[in-house]
């Protein structure tokens, strides 16, 4: 399920996974960067199974209103959408049912900005 945590390991709704060999994927990339692939239609219409998710570390000073973020938590990680409407942070899921359930970005929250998407 999308909006519970997940652990850097496979699970049932996202699966981390080297990147060096997709194209066009330098070292430098591949250094700052990790990739997770979506696993079934839990985070629809925003993303559906077998997208791929390309994340870069440490970005939060890049993330800007409307972003896809991965938040982590001493419980885990979650895939989010950043809001700063209001000037306030937080962080919304990404699914529509849910996404009024918006959770505050606190100054210690480490967050990592989805800089592209694989399609599939």
């Given at each position: 399920?999308?909006?519970?945590?997940?652990?850097?390991?496979?699970n049932e709704?996202?699966?981390?996974?080297?990147?060096?060999?997709?194209?066009?994927?330098?070292?430098?990339?591949?250094?700052?960067?990790?990739?997770?692939?979506?696993?079934?239609?839990?985070?629809?219409?925003?993303?559906?199974?077998?997208?791929?998710?390309?994340?870069?570390?440490?970005?939060?000073?890049n993330?800007?209103?409307?972003?896809?973020?991965v938040?982590?938590?001493?419980?885990g990680?979650?895939?989010?959408?950043?809001?700063?409407?209001?000037?306030?942070?937080?962080?919304?899921?990404?699914k529509?049912?849910?996404?009024?359930?918006?959770?505050?970005?606190?100054?210690l929250?480490?967050?990592?900005?989805?800089v592209f998407?694989?399609?599939?």
């Amino acid at each position: 399920m999308a909006g519970s945590p997940f652990h850097f390991r496979e699970n049932e709704c996202l699966e981390l996974f080297d990147i060096t060999h997709l194209p066009g994927i330098t070292k430098e990339t591949a250094r700052r960067c990790y990739a997770l692939r979506v696993q079934g239609d839990s985070m629809i219409p925003f993303h559906k199974d077998e997208d791929i998710l390309i994340v870069e570390k440490d970005s939060r000073k890049n993330i800007r209103h409307g972003d896809t973020v991965v938040c982590h938590h001493l419980e885990g990680s979650c895939v989010r959408c950043f809001d700063l409407t209001n000037s306030i942070p937080k962080l919304r899921p990404l699914k529509l049912d849910r996404y009024h359930e918006a959770e505050p970005v606190f100054e210690l929250t480490k967050i990592d900005k989805v800089v592209f998407v694989i399609f599939s």
